[in-house]
């Protein structure tokens, strides 16, 4: 089996090994404050017969020792009656290790650590991105520096420093964490696990689409995806090109962006058709906060292909979505997360209620204790 990269854009090839992150051409073209150019994606070429269930671009005996993904699919049975919908199913990555569907892209770039004798990998983050990487990287054995914006949940950073990983607080945005951990990994020897730049967290976050086919036996009809950078929307449709280029299912499913209104660039993109000045993001959905989301190019692009679409709900849907998803369902979701379920409920009316659907509920509620109080306060 031969593994590469390959630019969507241009169709340019390259090996996967440490350094490469972006295509040459592409990436020559960036402009300030856009989302990448040049992101690559993943590509194999030989017997398919030799694909294990899952098609990844670095060998099990790299992995890291700890249980990532195989997460549950849980079956909401109020929830269903309640809103007439039999098929709907919660995908719950609240359960990875350190409480974050983010470990699916630490998980293989980790392996791909491992398998190339690097010591180091470094990442900015909002939050959960740093919290799986230094959990991974503690299982791994390799060290993890973080650059972590002040803003950050406390528990978030807790988490770093309970996982042994380096800490550099930003005192700036996540944007100005993303320049600052570019800086180190390019004067430096440590590997960028910096969302959507390295290919690999890309790779890692398909894993989801394998799992929800295998469990429920099919594609769903739709999954509902909290989105801030696109990268775990660009995962999501990878899994799922790979699965229909495999022929274990016959469709690609509707698969929906979910944004917060302060936080939408990528929902306004497929909207307006492409992305314009930055704006400032202001949502209590931290993780999905972003200002340039760093992959909403690739994501708009995967986006318009499959017939993708988006949805924007505000900071009290979500904070009643959040609720009403944990008082129902025993799911306690972080503000991102409910984002998707948010999202559902505004445009389950459009849906046949015979379908089967998919939310992912991506981060554990309790990485946000504060953010969650204030859905509380405002008496749901
Ligand atoms: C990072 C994150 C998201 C958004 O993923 P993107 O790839 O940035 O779109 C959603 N939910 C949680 C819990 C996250 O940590």
Redesign the pocket.
């Known amino acids: 089996m031969r593994w590469f990269y390959r630019c969507p854009t241009c169709g340019a090839e390259y090996e996967v090994v440490p350094g490469r992150y972006v295509c040459d051409a592409c990436s020559a073209e960036q402009e300030p404050s856009r989302p990448l150019s040049g992101v690559l994606e993943v590509e194999w070429e030989g017997d398919e017969g030799e694909l294990g269930a899952v098609p990844l671009p670095v060998e099990p005996e790299w992995f890291p020792p700890i249980p990532v993904g195989n997460t549950p699919l849980w079956e909401p049975a109020r929830l269903r009656r309640e809103l007439g919908f039999p098929g709907l199913y919660l995908k719950d ?1 609240t359960c990875n290790p350190t409480g ?3 470990d699916r892209a630490s998980f293989l770039v980790a392996a791909f650590a491992a398998r190339h004798g690097i010591g180091e990998i470094a990442l900015a983050s ?4 740093a919290s799986s990487m230094a959990g991974v990287g503690a299982a791994a054995g390799i060290k993890v520096t973080v650059f972590l914006p002040n803003t950050a949940p406390a528990a978030k950073r807790i988490q770093v420093l309970q996982y042994g990983a380096e800490l550099r607080a930003v005192d700036g945005t996540y944007d100005d964490a993303y320049d600052r951990s570019l800086e180190y990994t390019t004067s430096g020897g440590a590997l960028s696990r910096n ?2 730049y390295n290919p690999l967290t890309i790779e890692g ?1 398909k894993t989801v689409s394998f799992e929800i086919v295998e469990q429920l036996g099919t594609a769903p009809d739709h999954i509902f ?11 999501v449709y990878r899994g799922f090109e790979n699965l229909l280029r495999l022929g274990r299912i016959a469709k690609m499913p509707v698969v929906w962006a979910c944004q917060a209104e302060g936080s939408s660039a990528i929902v306004r993109a497929l909207e307006s058709g492409g992305f314009g000045e930055p704006v400032r993001s202001a949502t209590i959905a931290d ?2 906060s ?1 200002d340039v ?3 909403g190019t690739h ?1 708009l692009s995967k986006l318009k292909a499959h017939g993708g679409r988006g949805v924007i709900v505000g900071d009290g849907e979500i904070l009643v979505a959040q609720k009403q998803l944990a008082s129902r369902t025993g799911l306690f979701a ?1 503000p ?2 409910s984002a998707a379920y948010a999202g559902f409920l505004k445009m389950r009316l459009t849906i046949d209620p015979e379908s089967r659907v998919v939310l992912l509920i ?2 554990s509620g309790l ?1 946000d204790t504060d953010g969650a109080a204030r859905g509380l306060e405002e008496s749901i």
């Open positions: 990555d974050s569907f983010k909002t939050g959960n991105a969302t959507a976050k995806v909290p989105a801030g950078d696109g990268v775990i929307l660009a995962g993780s999905i972003v989301p760093r992959n994501a972080e991102s997360s991506t981060g990485k």
